[in-house]
Structure formats: structure tokens, C-alpha cells
């Protein structure tokens, strides 16, 4: 295959304007209906995979990807008017596709070549064509057309609702914009360079907001209680009580679509089509991996508060957790948060990650000049180096906070690649961008990182190699669009490299003294990679709960079951005032899925620990496992059952050992 260049004239859709971007949403539903008009009129004896099945998958045209850009700009751009417009814009066309996508005739126009001219042209099509169009029926399925039409009718009204106040949900999580204000005195304990990353108030007062770069650190490390404590209220009520009213909303609505299409619940419906297949499987592993973890858990909390009662702390608080796990961490393994992110400057964190990724995957990474939305915003070529350096797609990376900037970390698959056209050899070249919100630098130190934000970023480029690795002929099967409960495994299996102690060697280099860090320091970070996994992955278990549970139907108050799981497992009180659900984007983005982050690191720490012990042992450059796991699952995407491409990774079916071992189990 052969990938098509880009050059500057290829972004100019960085600089769309709320007018065009109007413009666009309204030429995408023409298009659309006319895409489906062309379909629908083709005689069945006439019916083909490509005028069919194909065309209906590239139905969208040019606009699916100007709707990707467009929902780019909608997290990055540093224009507000933009940002709003494109929430706008894609909400619109959201909900008003609905009407247009639930067409019986388009059902039975696929019905029609897959009973009748699909018998013959079966023999020269590829599995993932095959495995395309029977989940295309599957998806129509679930549509309702096999219902009367009045069903169908209210489910579509249902989805278009669903999908409207779910962009809301999003929106008022990110337009969020709490604070503290602290004088110089409250931010004891806090370090010099972080302090000086704090913008200020008129009165010079310091701002420390809810974003990650300032609530973490804040947390983890400020001495005084009560600014802790008013941090952390705020932070538990992001997104607003109307976003407590809506979630409800959102579970209500996805409970009658549910009922409508004959599903017993929710995350039946959403699981089916995931590797877990039913939620009784999904809430099975949770509840299995819970009762193993609550014992050291339960553990982990006595020593937690034990050694809060040394700091002057009677009760341990839902606030002091982070404050006081850094403190005993410290006292443990004499391990400073600050002393070790001297360490770790995000230019040549960057440098390693790119060169290991190189080793391992037979890539090279080369930053290119490129006008982007924002002048921290930077531009990256990936070819092959297994062959001649051919071009393979480009990523961009903007990792700084800045006002109105999407406040977590994501990958965006903007453009996936795919063929030019149906049976093309020329591909078109997929492009990505990782957001981040990491400490900018300041006069005295460049952007510096927390081992949490190391992990972070291999952990989002982990996706990105996904998605830039992908040679799928089908943009639905491509990178990142595999089944929701594996599409985490190639970002999480990246996090292993950083915890190896010849990587941690790699990335460490003081940006004073240009040294590694020590010996004695790396093996103490190694032994505390288990401290508090069973806290940490007891949480994210409570949450995959709080997820599912709520999409099962067994929980109708999510705010009251969050605060009562907080109690149960860590014997801890939130404010009744709490909300975090509110500030939970994960409930609509993840949708009775957010079991999948340790389902999918089980898969991770498996592969991972095949890299470990075969082929070359020297993980950093064992290029035979790297490019095994490129071949057999970045490359392929979802054009494979997701089981299948692990199980011929590994040469054997898959299992926990490895994840269990790394909690210490």
C-alpha cells in the first residue's frame, strides 16, 4: 500500500470558522441523504459489495472527517466562540442523523445482497468484508427494524435525545471552571516550581484550579488541611448538580431503548458487541478481582491511618488519602514526588519514548514543520523502517493546559486510514493528536513530570501507535475502533516500559545536572510500584460498579451508592453535598463500560509479559516480540475478533497471572 503525504494546505482546516462550520453541518445531511437515496434505488439483481455494503460505509463522504477535525477543535482551540459552535454544530448533526440513519430501506437494502448476490461474491472477499457487513445487519438490528414501526419511531426519538443530552453532560463537565485561592502561606509543603506555575488573583492571591496539573500535586503534597478539604469539595461537585439530573435522565432513556429492542438492560445491550459479551460476565470479573483485592485493601487503609495519626491526623478524610499515601510512600521508599520530577523533563521523556517505540516497532518519528491550532501544538511524521522508510501517518501533540482546553488526557483519532477508494492500493494517511495537560515550564526549569505523568503519556501513545499502525481496509475497523473492553490494552501495555528499571534509567536525566537517576532510587521505585495497587484498583472497581450497576438497573441514586461504596470499602464519608458522578464523564463516554480499564489491563500486563521472556530479553529493543504484537494487533484493529488477535499474540489463550502478580496477589 502506499500512503498519500500531507502538506500544510491539508490543515487548513485549522483555522475553520464558526460560519463554515455551520456551512458544514448543514451540507453533511444533504450529503448523507443522498448517499443513502443512491444505495436504496440499486436493484437487487444488481447489488454489490462495493455499491452496498462499502458505500454505505463511506457514506458520510469528506464530512465524517471534517466532523472529527471539527470535534478536535472543540477540545483544543483556543477560541471559545470555536469551541461553543463546534459543540453546537455537532450536536446538531447528531441528533438530526438519527432521523435519517433509521431507514428500514437501507436494512433491507443490505438484506437483499447478503441473500442473494453476496452468495457468489463471498469467494473473493476478505474476512474483515465478511465480518463488516454482518455486523452492519447487527447494527441495524439493533436499530429496531425488525420492530413495528411504532417502536421504532420512539427509539429513534429516545437515541436523538440520548445523544443530545450527552454532549451537554461533556460540555458541562468541561466548562467547569472552579478554584481555590491560596496565599503563600497555605501553599506550604508545595514546591517553589510549582508554585510558580500558579497564576494570580488581583489581589495576588494564588489560583489553584481543578485541572490535573494543579489538583494532583495540590493533594498529594499541600500541608494545610482545610485548603485540602476546600479543594476537594469543589472538585466532587465539577460538573454541577444539573449534571446529577442528567445522568439520571441519560440511565432512564438508555433503560427504555433497552426494553424496546428486548434487551433485559442497558449493559446487556452495550456489552453484547464487547469481548465480555454479557454484563453478568463483565460484573462476574469485578465482583472475582473485589474479593481478592478487599483483604489488602482493608489492610492498606489501617496503614494509611496509622500513619496519618504521626501527621496529626485523627481521622483520615476522603482529603487526606492523597496527602497521606505521599507521606508514608515517602517514608517507605524515600521517594520525594518533587526530588523525582527534577528527573523526568518532558523533552526528553519524549526523545525516549519515541526512540523505544522505534526499537520495538520498526518506526521512525520525525518532528516536521506544520501550522497547527495553537503555537504549543507540535507535528510528528511516522514512516517504516522495515520498509525504506516508507511514509505511515503523522500525529501532532498539544500537552499544556490553557483556558477552555479539554482538562484530561485523550488520544483523537482524527483521520483513520483506509483506501482512497474501493480496491485502491493508495491509502489515505491517518493523523492523530494526543491531548495533555502537563506542567508547562516556567523561567527557572523546563515542563517537568510526575512518574504518574510518564505513565500518562506512554499511555496515550500507546493509542497512538494504534491508530498510526492501523492498515485496515474498513475506517470502522481501523486503530482504535475495536471492542470497548480491549480498546485500553495497547495503551495500557505501554505503561510497563516505564516501570523497567533500564527504561526509568532512559528517561531520567536531571535537567540541572544532566545525570540518570541513581541505582538505589530506581530499585526503590520499582519496589513501590505495588504500594496501595489494591486502593487504587479497588477505586477504579467502585467505579466500573457505579457504572454498571447503574446501567443493570440495581442502582437508581448514583450520588448515594458512590458515597456508600466510599464507605464500604474505605470506610471514608464524602460530604453529603458530594456529586461525583456529576464530574464522572466516563458514565456517558464509557456507557456500562468503565469495567473495561482492568479488563483490558489484564490482556495488557499478559502481552506485556511476553516481551519479558521471549525472544530477545532486552525488552527496550526486543524488536521480534515488538513486531509481532505490531503485526498482530496495532496493525489489524478490529478486522479480527479482539480474542483471536490475543490469543495469536501470545500462542496461547490468555489469563491473569501477570496482572495478579503486579498487584502483589
Given at each position: 500500500m502506499k500512503k498519500i503525504p500531507y502538506t500544510q494546505k491539508d490543515f487548513d482546516w485549522v483555522k475553520m470558522t464558526t460560519a463554515q462550520m455551520k456551512k458544514y453541518g448543514v451540507e453533511a445531511l444533504v450529503y448523507k441523504k443522498e448517499s443513502y437515496k443512491k444505495i436504496k434505488s440499486i436493484l437487487p439483481e444488481n447489488?454489490?459489495?462495493?455499491?452496498?455494503?462499502?458505500?454505505?460505509?463511506?457514506?458520510?463522504?469528506?464530512?465524517?472527517?471534517?466532523?472529527?477535525?471539527?470535534?478536535?477543535?472543540?477540545?483544543?482551540?483556543?477560541?471559545?466562540?470555536?469551541?461553543?459552535?463546534?459543540?453546537?454544530?455537532?450536536?446538531?448533526?447528531?441528533?438530526?442523523?438519527?432521523?435519517?440513519?433509521?431507514?428500514?430501506?437501507?436494512?433491507?437494502?443490505?438484506?437483499?445482497?447478503?441473500?442473494?448476490?453476496?452468495?457468489?461474491?463471498?469467494?473473493?472477499?476478505?474476512?474483515?468484508?465478511?465480518?463488516?457487513?454482518?455486523?452492519?445487519?447487527?447494527?441495524?438490528?439493533?436499530?429496531?427494524?425488525?420492530?413495528?414501526?411504532?417502536?421504532?419511531?420512539?427509539?429513534?426519538?429516545?437515541?436523538?435525545?440520548?445523544?443530545?443530552?450527552?454532549?451537554?453532560?461533556?460540555?458541562?463537565?468541561?466548562?467547569?471552571?472552579?478554584?481555590?485561592?491560596?496565599?503563600?502561606?497555605?501553599?506550604?509543603?508545595?514546591?517553589?516550581?510549582?508554585?510558580?506555575?500558579?497564576?494570580?488573583?488581583?489581589?495576588?492571591?494564588?489560583?489553584?484550579?481543578?485541572?490535573?496539573?494543579?489538583?494532583?500535586?495540590?493533594?498529594?503534597?499541600?500541608?494545610?488541611?482545610?485548603?485540602?478539604?476546600?479543594?476537594?469539595?469543589?472538585?466532587?461537585?465539577?460538573?454541577?448538580?444539573?449534571?446529577?439530573?442528567?445522568?439520571?435522565?441519560?440511565?432512564?432513556?438508555?433503560?427504555?431503548?433497552?426494553?424496546?429492542?428486548?434487551?433485559?438492560?442497558?449493559?446487556?445491550?452495550?456489552?453484547?458487541?464487547?469481548?465480555?459479551?454479557?454484563?453478568?460476565?463483565?460484573?462476574?470479573?469485578?465482583?472475582?478481582?473485589?474479593?481478592?483485592?478487599?483483604?489488602?485493601?482493608?489492610?492498606?487503609?489501617?496503614?494509611?491511618?496509622?500513619?496519618?495519626?504521626?501527621?496529626?491526623?485523627?481521622?483520615?478524610?476522603?482529603?487526606?488519602?492523597?496527602?497521606?499515601?505521599?507521606?508514608?510512600?515517602?517514608?517507605?521508599?524515600?521517594?520525594?514526588?518533587?526530588?523525582?520530577?527534577?528527573?523526568?523533563?518532558?523533552?526528553?521523556?519524549?526523545?525516549?519514548?519515541?526512540?523505544?517505540?522505534?526499537?520495538?516497532?520498526?518506526?521512525?518519528?520525525?518532528?516536521?514543520?506544520?501550522?497547527?491550532?495553537?503555537?504549543?501544538?507540535?507535528?510528528f511524521e511516522v514512516t517504516d523502517s522495515t520498509n525504506k522508510n516508507s511514509l505511515i501517518g503523522y500525529f501532532a501533540i498539544d500537552l499544556f493546559p490553557r483556558e477552555g482546553k479539554f482538562g484530561h488526557a485523550c488520544l483523537h483519532d482524527t483521520i483513520v486510514s483506509h483506501p482512497k477508494e474501493w480496491g485502491s492500493e493508495e491509502y489515505v494517511s491517518p493523523f492523530s493528536t494526543l491531548v495533555c495537560n502537563f506542567p508547562t515550564s516556567t523561567k527557572k526549569s523546563p515542563s517537568l513530570l510526575s512518574l504518574r505523568d510518564v505513565e500518562t503519556l506512554f499511555h496515550e501513545f500507546g493509542h497512538n501507535l494504534h491508530l498510526i499502525l492501523s492498515v485496515s481496509r474498513h475506517e470502522s475497523q481501523g486503530g482504535c475502533n475495536v471492542a470497548w473492553d480491549f480498546v485500553e490494552t495497547p495503551s495500557q501495555i505501554m505503561e510497563n516500559w516505564v516501570m523497567h528499571k533500564d527504561m526509568l534509567s532512559k528517561l531520567s536525566k536531571h535537567y540541572i545536572t544532566g545525570k540518570s537517576l541513581p541505582k538505589d532510587m530506581i530499585e526503590r521505585i520499582i519496589s513501590g510500584k505495588k504500594f496501595q495497587n489494591a486502593y487504587q484498583f479497588t477505586r477504579q472497581i467502585m467505579q466500573g460498579k457505579l457504572d454498571l450497576d447503574l446501567h443493570t438497573g440495581k442502582v437508581k441514586d448514583a450520588n448515594s451508592y458512590y458515597i456508600k461504596m466510599n464507605k464500604n470499602y474505605f470506610g471514608l464519608d464524602l460530604p453529603k453535598n458530594s456529586m461525583f458522578p456529576a464530574g464522572f464523564g466516563h458514565l456517558v463516554g464509557y456507557d456500562a463500560g468503565y469495567y473495561s480499564y482492568l479488563w483490558a489491563l489484564v490482556y495488557a500486563c499478559d502481552a506485556f509479559s511476553l516481551f519479558e521472556t521471549a525472544g530477545n530479553k532486552n525488552i527496550l529493543k526486543n524488536k521480534e516480540i515488538g513486531m509481532k504484537w505490531r503485526r498482530e494487533v496495532l496493525e489489524k484493529g478490529s478486522s479480527e475478533d479482539e480474542m483471536k488477535l490475543i490469543k495469536n499474540f501470545l500462542g496461547r489463550a490468555p489469563n491473569q497471572k501477570a496482572f495478579l502478580k503486579e498487584i502483589g496477589i
Open positions: 447489488r454489490t459489495y462495493e455499491n452496498t455494503v462499502y458505500a454505505l460505509s463511506q457514506s458520510d463522504g469528506k464530512y465524517g472527517d471534517i466532523f472529527e477535525e471539527m470535534s478536535l477543535l472543540k477540545d483544543v482551540s483556543p477560541k471559545k466562540e470555536i469551541r461553543d459552535i463546534a459543540v453546537e454544530v455537532l450536536t446538531d448533526v447528531s441528533s438530526k442523523s438519527v432521523d435519517i440513519e433509521y431507514d428500514r430501506e437501507l436494512y433491507t437494502s443490505l438484506l437483499e445482497y447478503y441473500e442473494g448476490n453476496f452468495t457468489d461474491e463471498k469467494k473473493s472477499l476478505k474476512k474483515e468484508d465478511v465480518k463488516l457487513l454482518e455486523e452492519a445487519i447487527r447494527d441495524y438490528k439493533k436499530m429496531g427494524f425488525d420492530l413495528p414501526e411504532n417502536k421504532q419511531k420512539e427509539l429513534k426519538k429516545l437515541l436523538r435525545e440520548v445523544s443530545k443530552l450527552s454532549f451537554v453532560f461533556r460540555k458541562n463537565i468541561s466548562d467547569y471552571a472552579d478554584y481555590i485561592l491560596c496565599t503563600k502561606e497555605e501553599l506550604d509543603g508545595l514546591s517553589e516550581r510549582f508554585i510558580s506555575t500558579l497564576p494570580k488573583d488581583k489581589n495576588g492571591k494564588y489560583i489553584v484550579t481543578l485541572q490535573y496539573p494543579h489538583i494532583l500535586p495540590f493533594m498529594s503534597e499541600a500541608t494545610n488541611r482545610n485548603k485540602r478539604k476546600e479543594l476537594s469539595e469543589k472538585n466532587l461537585k465539577k460538573g454541577g448538580a444539573k449534571n446529577l439530573k442528567l445522568i439520571n435522565e441519560i440511565v432512564e432513556l438508555r433503560a427504555k431503548i433497552s426494553k424496546i429492542l428486548g434487551y433485559k438492560h442497558h449493559a446487556d445491550l452495550m456489552t453484547e458487541n464487547r469481548m465480555a459479551k454479557t454484563a453478568e460476565t463483565a460484573i462476574k470479573f469485578q465482583d472475582e478481582l473485589l474479593k481478592k483485592l478487599l483483604p489488602l485493601t482493608k489492610k492498606e487503609m489501617t496503614e494509611m491511618r496509622d500513619h496519618a495519626k504521626t501527621l496529626g491526623i485523627k481521622k483520615l478524610e476522603n482529603y487526606d488519602v492523597a496527602f497521606v499515601s505521599t507521606s508514608l510512600k515517602k517514608k517507605l521508599y524515600d521517594l520525594d514526588p518533587e526530588t523525582l520530577c527534577a528527573y523526568f523533563s518532558l523533552d526528553h521523556v519524549l526523545k525516549e519514548m519515541f526512540s523505544l517505540c522505534e526499537n520495538l516497532f520498526g518506526i521512525k518519528i520525525t518532528e516536521k514543520e506544520m501550522r497547527l491550532w495553537h503555537k504549543d501544538a507540535k507535528f
